[in-house]
């Protein structure tokens, strides 16, 4: 496992887990992955994920107050690490630079042009 | 997830099973998540299930497992290396893995096949709500040398005993009617299958209605109330009730409902209920009085209230019979009830619950059950015994193959294999073979399960999803049994010290081989016994529908309800008997081979003793019937051509003789005691002739003249059938366009005497010989490790000088050791079984040395070819490389 690198889902269940800020959990990332991105991910996919990325260091989870809800069980919320955030950050920076250095792009069309 | 405390909860399984394989800190997080997740799902739908669980085994990946038990073993990849242990071991044995899977396969098929059989007979009747409480009455009677117990009853019982016992909540009879012809847009529909009924049977049974008011189906004259089926024939989709039914005979119905079909499961059997109001036989002002209480012809179906104790009941009945049957008795013989039953006679009604009619139902007069719960007893055993054998050729070739691992067993134990791990290997290689086998046995029973239902004349439409839950049985079944196949092997193996297991053929110890020759034993034994069975069951059946029943049957076609011809019955006889194809014709009210004939009395008047009663059957026929059957007179005459001259005159079957102890028959009166008042007089003595199967000993029959005949029956010349058939047809319709012409063979009724039989014959038979397929599958296997075993031996011996013949014969000695045993165990044993089964049929055939050598000759003969395919082989080969293989 090379610590710091993040593959394709687990940059996705990152960012996304950024984006909801200290709500997140389990399955609020999977039905986020759901609406936004039209994919169908599991459940243990999505939990196997979220435990790989602790382990990496870049998420931190902890287990919430008891609710109604869920039969009165507890959440396991998810918060993203400052080196969660970097590795996130890292990953943006180096795609906006590849992105900058393509040499021609027409933007109306949104195809390459080769010549 | 807007509302959840008004859902139900996800299944608790799935919160268990998690919480016991996940490491606890996580276990709560995915439990909350899946319970989150199961309640956003539509509710109470099978496919939300299905996701749920889905997702619950899709969660036990291995971050969230607990270390050590599954966990550890997913972790440490074991499981994939037994796998892959497992299917090398298969692969290097595939004789023994092929021949594994497909014994299994026709094994489990087959259970499948007869457990659908056998549970579907005993599921007859169980269905109908409160079957706990009805109860069918039955008559017993012995009167003299006759003995008789009939599931009818008389007409006026049913209302007799709701009367007078409070414990019965309701009574309902049930009547055979006519057949009826329906007229519906000019268009001719014709029914058999309909029965007069009491508007009491309906709430008996529950029958529900899908148009119309049952309360009232039946109450009124003239009502008819319509199965769905019959529905749908006659009027498509429409509701019918209200309408009004036309029959061809001017008659004419009103429906009043419309009920759900019957299932196939049960013993009543109807298209149409019609009310019992117009039966003749049910009305004591329309029939003679004796008549009236005599004639049993009712089916008396009575429920009975909660808790009431039936045999209680049946005692209880006694205290109403003197009262209500002293008159009878009186009308009938001249004696009172009392004189009646100290003379020694019974008569009485009895209880037969509605769950035994089926299967239990062993009356002399019944008339409608099929099954027999001998056969079912019979198929259940077969289908043990065809399971039995294929899992023991699965023990005897895994146990024979394990010696040809036993290196590789003492190779992985010196590197450090566990035992339980080995155990493992062996118990998964079993337990892949039986599932392999078992994915077979769904594709054999799927696609042979349309020539099971012709053999066994059912109607399955699914065998393994339907609501006897065979795919459960053939799981559990399965698993099992190879579970038991592969603990045997498995743990005498493993549990050799590696050192012992090196040393070359030191292994396959004593016991091993005595178990697997035992086995061997059993198989081929119960081989002999059910091909034996076969063969006299065949021959047995062949001789019955053969036999000679004393009358020509093989050239009479019949035409049924001849009334339809009105007035021109005589012409169109005539006009028939004229034509080249057709020698003879006659006209009779009933068959010799119907296969309901009711019983009744008949006494000799001339020397005043009432010591001649007999039980009798009684045909009413013309002058002509003779003839045209082929039946000859032994004394005396025929019927004169004036029948109505004639009408007090009888002829007799030299039985009635015998059975009357006659000395000078004709002349002698005789008095039949059903009804009709009158005496006849003895003309003529015919031989004697059979009326129905053979399972019956002859009856003793006599002929009355009748004229009001309902059936006609010709003579056709041999190789005229197709002419006469013709001429017939073309006649009738002449004569009588409007109606439906009924033309049968006589040989065709004898026959449908002997279907149950005959389905059994066809289904025994083909569980026999799959059963032999696979002791022979098993022999196959067995004799190619063994020999394989013995590559070294023969080499050795062949150097020596021995030559082919001697190899062949010395292997083939060895192996069919067993076979020879199971030669002396089965030949007795088919014989006593046989003797047994054929103690049941008044004449029957002897079972014979050869039917009895045959079989055990052509098993010993097909293990010889199939050992000597081996033993040849390996023979042959030449020593140079079989010395070299090690």
Known sequence: ?115 | MSKPDTRRPAPRFGDWLISKLCKPHIAEGLIGDLHEYYEALPQGKWSSKCRYWFQVFNVLRPFALRNGGFGKMAETSLVRYLFVFAMRGLWKQKLTTVLNVSGIALGLASCVFIGLYVLDELSYDRHWKDADRIFRMYNSLSYGEMESVAAFGNAPIADIFQKEFPQIEMAARTNFSPPLTFVINEKLHKETAVIYADQNLIPIFSFKAIHGNLEQGLTAPNTIVLTEELSTKLYGQQNPVGKVLTVNDGTSFKITAVIEDLPENSHLKFSALRTTINDRWSDPSKVPLLAYWTLSAYRVYVKLKPDVDPVELERDFERIYEHYFDPVTKAFSGQSWQEFIAEGNTYRYGLQPLKNIHLYSNFTFDGTSTGDIQYVLLFSSIGVLILAMAFINFINLTTAGAVNRIKEIAIKKVVGSSKSSLIWQFLLESLLVSWVGLVLAVGICYSLLPYFNLLAAKNFTDPLFNHHQMWLFSLVVTSGAALLAGIYPSIAISRGKPSQLLKPRKASSRGNVGLRQGLVVFQFTVSIILITGSLVINRQLEYGENQDVGYNRDRIIVVDEIDDLGPSQEAFRSRIIASKSISHGSMLENLPSDSWIRAIFMHEQQNKTLDGKVRAARLMVDQHMLATFDIKLTEGRNFSDNLIADSSAMIISESAVRALGLDEPIGATIRLTDGEEKAFTVIGVTEDFHLRSIHFPSIPICLIPTTTPRKMVFQFNANDVAAAKAEIEQVWAELAPDQVLQLDFINDRYKRLYQSEKQLKSVFNFFTYLALSISILGLFGISSLVIGQRTKETGVRKVLGASVTQLVLLLNFHLTRPILLALILGIPASYLLMDKWLSSYAYKIEIGIIALLAPALFCLLLAWLVITFHTLNSARQNPADTLKYE
């Open chain 1, 1 to 115: 496992m090379r610590h710091g690198v993040l593959g394709e889902f687990e940059e996705l269940v990152l960012l996304i887990i950024a984006m909801q800020g200290g709500e997140s959990y389990g399955l609020a990332v999977r039905n986020e992955i759901a609406k936004q991105l039209k994919r169908k991910a599991t459940i243990g996919a999505v939990h196997a994920t979220i435990a790989r990325l602790e382990k990496k260091g870049m998420v931190k989870t902890y287990m919430g107050d008891p609710t109604n809800a869920r039969g009165g069980r507890r959440k396991r919320l998810i918060n993203i690490t400052k080196a969660g955030h970097n590795a996130l950050a890292q990953s943006r920076d180096l795609k906006l630079s590849l992105w900058s250095q393509i040499p021609s792009l027409k933007p109306d069309s949104g195809s390459f042009n080769y010549e």
